[in-house]
């Protein structure tokens, strides 16, 4: 394959069957000295389904020249760059110079990377060796070269229309006259080569042209505006007319019958366009579009774009007009309301609030002195006549360029201007900004200005400062924000301080039980140790006198002595280890072999299965071997009593259960992990939440002193222990003891 071919498949796949799709035949001129060569590539394309391509081979490039030339319908190129007479690159920028339309391909035998550069930045389409050439790169690369060459033309064209659209608002900038405009915007869509031919039609009324402009093609367009300035429309131009469509792109198939001009748009597109602003219909705008150059949904756009430019230049056009007629119908009338001026000046003028009047173009006629002062910063009521607010607005800006609010009024005006003229009537608006670095706000009153005829001459308005009303209203409202913040701070510290005062109480509520729990301690294990110690050794006593001789029911309430007094000896020794502890014995070494013995020793109830994973990989730690095997064993019976009460709960129920706990080792982060875990009865979250505070319990038997006393020794051991629990479903307790550290 040619290094050339980097696209993607998808995207193969669908200019493969864009290419299938079309009926034209694809003509390709093969230049190359080789006729082996033409039949090898003869051969590959004819392999391909949908798609014809006619090739035709000349050996020299300039037989190729001239075939081009005649031919006129070529529309890929493959070029071996070594002929007989001529080779080298210079064949390529000779035929791309006679050609620059038609995509070109180089197909040479040489590995040359400085050629292969050379023609691809040069316009070259690819760049093929033939000793890696197959029907598949071939393929792909002529159709990619054709596409890319279609799509190389399109944007040169639109290219051409942009600059077209350029040279329009230009001209529209500068020249009023509006038929020299028209004739101007005609030449400058055909000076840049965008279209062939452009004529723009003037109406006088719906149907009838009164000026009629053209440029291009010839004796064409002048035979075509001859036509329609004497009424004989082609069946585009009629059609455009009675439809409300902006764009009209004829089908010649259908629209253009025996149309006198169908001639001169053979093979090409067409487009008319309707020019329009304003609600105002002004003529018609037709183009007609270079050979195999088609009009699609962006040239649409821009011509468009065009012709709503035209329509906004022939409106201002009419604005103007409209102006001047009104300037001289006030200078006619001026000396009829002379006095009646004065009069009304001297009153305007000694009023506080802003008065102003202005024509339909939105120029002041009229200002009175408080409002050329603060508002336009006039020299006097005479300047504002004929100019606008944006005209005072960019003064007071560009006298004052390095502070952007100096004056921010001016487009506000225009909004307000606009919605009142449109309304046709009185309209209240609030109207703010910056004048002279200052804030203000107006109330402002804005309506018609109609004359004795109840035509609308253009517009009143009067505005009043209430600036300071404004400012005492909001330092109001920001001062009922601030108390409204205030209270809601008030409510955040109340709740936070009911919450330290609740925590202070929790906590000294459990300092007192622990403080009455070591007191109690202290006695108990001093006052019923010892007799504990006595009713030991009595039955001790009791069992080597009676001996072999004891029956079953002595024997079975010495056993139960014995189970009570260890029972009662395991109560104190959970009290004492709560509540005083004693002296570490720390050895260094696995934890593995003190589970190992745990669960050997430890006593499993009847039908509950005790499982353990132990991971031989574990690092050695310090621990206490005493204190970490109680620990142990705490957590197995914890488990064998959760497993147990939830079988005694399922015995009769249909769905079988098997108690299960589970004991398992493994590395965790500089240190082991211990977890202990069972299928029992489980917790809710409040009691998980609370299963190691001291003297808590859920047990019918118990201090409550046993997962409190196994988070301390966890903690001696410089670890840590937290409880997962569901309730009805089990509960998994975890240890993680950090190695090296020696408590």
Known sequence: MYRGLSLQTKRSNFLEKKMNKQSKIIKVLLIDDNPGNARLIKEMVSKVDGAKFDIERVDRLSTGLKHIVAAEDIDLVLLDLGLPDNSGFDTFTSIQAQVPEVAIIVLTGLEDETIENMALQAGAQDY???????????????????????????????????????????????????????????????ETRAYNAAWLG?????????????????????????HVINGDHPPCIEKALAQKDHLVVPDKSRDCGDCFFKDACINKDAAIIRVEHADRFFGLLAVLLAPDVTVDDEEKGLLQEIAGDIGIALHNMALEESRRQAEETLRESESRYKHLYSMVRLMCDNLPDLIWTKDLEGKFVFGNKAFCEKMLNAKDTDELIGKTDIYFADRERES?????????????????????????????????????????????????????????????GCAKDVTREKQLEEEHRQAEEELAKYREHLEVLVKERTHDLEAAQEELVKREKLSVLGQITATVSHEIRNPLGVIRSSAFYLQRKIGGA??????????????????????????????????????????NPLLEKVLEEI????????VSALSPELPMIHFD????????????????????????????AE?????????TSSKADNGIRIEVEDNGTGMDDETAGRAFEPLFTTWARGTGLGLAIVKKIVEEHGGSVSLDSILNHGTKVTLVITEGVKS
């Open 625 to 652: 071997w005493d204190k970490m095997r109680r620990v142990v064993i705490n957590l197995v019976l914890n488990a064998f009593k959760a497993v147990t009460l939830r079988r005694e709960k399922l015995d009769n």
């Open 550 to 591: 004891v029956d079953e029911k002595t024997a079975k309430h010495l056993n139960r002595i014995e189970e009570q007094v260890s029972l009662c000896d395991t109560i104190v020794g959970d009290l004492l280890e709560f509540t005083r502890g004693r002296a570490s014995e720390v050895i260094y070494g696995e934890i």
């Open 655 to 663: 769905s079988p259960y098997q108690p299960l706990v589970k004991v």
């Open 400 to 460: 004052h360029p390095e502070n952007p609010d100096y004056h921010t009024y001016g487009e506000t005006c225009l909004a307000t201007d606009l919605a009142v003229m449109k309304s046709k009537r009185l309209r209240k608006f609030e109207e703010s900004g910056y004048l002279k670095g200052k804030f203000f706000v107006f109330d402002v009153y804005k309506a018609p200005f109609w004359d004795e005829k109840h035509n609308m001459i253009g517009m009143v």
């Open 603 to 610: 006593a499993t109830p009847e039908q509950v299965t005790l």
């Open 128 to 190: 093929l060796s033939k000793n890696q050439l197959d029907s598949n790169s071939l393929i792909r690369s002529m159709r990619y070269a054709i596409e890319r060459k279609k799509a190389e033309r399109r944007f040169e064209h639109l290219n051409s229309v942009l600059k077209a659209v350029r040279n329009v608002n230009q001209l529209i900038v500068v020249e009023k006259d509006r038929d020299s405009l028209l004739q101007k915007v005609c030449e400058a869509l055909i």
């Open 202 to 226: 003037f109406l006088q009324d719906d149907e009838t042209f009164a000026t009629v402009m053209g440029s291009g093609s010839g004796e064409n367009i002048s035979r075509f505006c001859r």
